[in-house]
């Protein structure tokens, strides 16, 4: 069965200093890999996307997600934080199936900006 | 363009009582819809999805239901809520074929007291 895993269920840092949430999958052949993100009392948001086009996926906000197959990572990195950025965020995988219909999600990573 | 809608936005129910959690979605046809709960300081759990009218997959056993009696609505429902159906109740629905992703309603807030 699919899954994944993100180390480190809080991160807190600066701001302007760079962003870094974890995230590992467990899958036999590569899945699709998403990054969403969750603000207070409201819904998730796509932050951004794998889809086997390219390893390096950019989203929204700055943020950049590198898929790793020798790793099954897929870290979601931004260069330089905000206090806009603080909120939950999670990962989620799903199946390179097309009959498949789940999507499975971490535990999520609470992010944290001290000014 | 799509939306989702999901409402009440918070709901206080007592023990005991019926829930029902509604859910549409409107500008796409025939998409998969399906609900997560997420408790205080935890991921979001799969509870139900549904990939046409009338089919039903559950994830998790539990004193929850899930029916879908059009293509672009979705209810949730219980007949007698336990304090453990706490939490945070999220639908969203994304499109057939590989590699979509979801897109998710406002989320309802419930708290059985």
């Known amino acids: 069965a699919q899954s994944v895993t993100q180390l480190g269920s809080h991160v807190s840092v600066s701001e302007g200093a760079l962003v870094l949430l974890r995230c590992n999958y467990s899958s036999s052949v590569p899945p699709y890999l998403f990054w969403y993100v969750q603000y207070p009392n409201q819904g998730l948001q796509l932050l951004l996307k794998?889809?086997?086009?390219?390893?390096l996926v950019k989203g929204i906000n700055g943020f950049e997600a590198e898929f790793k197959k020798s790793e099954t990572s897929f870290h979601l990195t931004k260069p330089s934080a905000h206090m806009s950025d603080a909120a939950e965020y999670f990962c989620a995988v799903s199946p390179p199936l097309s009959s498949a219909s789940k999507i499975i999600f971490g535990s999520g990573t609470r992010l944290s900006i001290r000014p | 363009s799509q939306t989702i809608h999901q409402w009440p936005a918070t709901l206080v129910q007592p023990v005991g009582s019926p829930l029902s959690l509604e859910c549409t979605v409107e500008?796409?046809?025939?998409?998969?819809l399906y609900w997560y709960r997420q408790a205080a300081g935890r991921g979001l759990q799969l509870l139900f999805y549904?990939?046409?009218?009338?089919?039903i997959s559950s994830e998790v056993p539990q004193n929850l239901s899930a029916s879908r009696p059009q293509d672009r609505q979705f209810i949730l429902s219980s007949k007698k809520l336990l304090l453990s159906d706490s939490g945070f109740y999220l639908c969203?629905?994304?499109?057939?074929?590989?590699?979509?992703?979801?897109?998710f309603g406002q989320g309802t807030r419930l708290t059985v007291v």
């Open positions: 549904s990939v046409g009218i009338g089919q």
């Open positions: 500008g796409t046809s025939n998409p998969n």
């Open positions: 969203a629905w994304r499109a057939q074929g590989a590699g979509t992703e979801a897109f």
């Open positions: 794998y889809t086997s086009a390219a390893t």
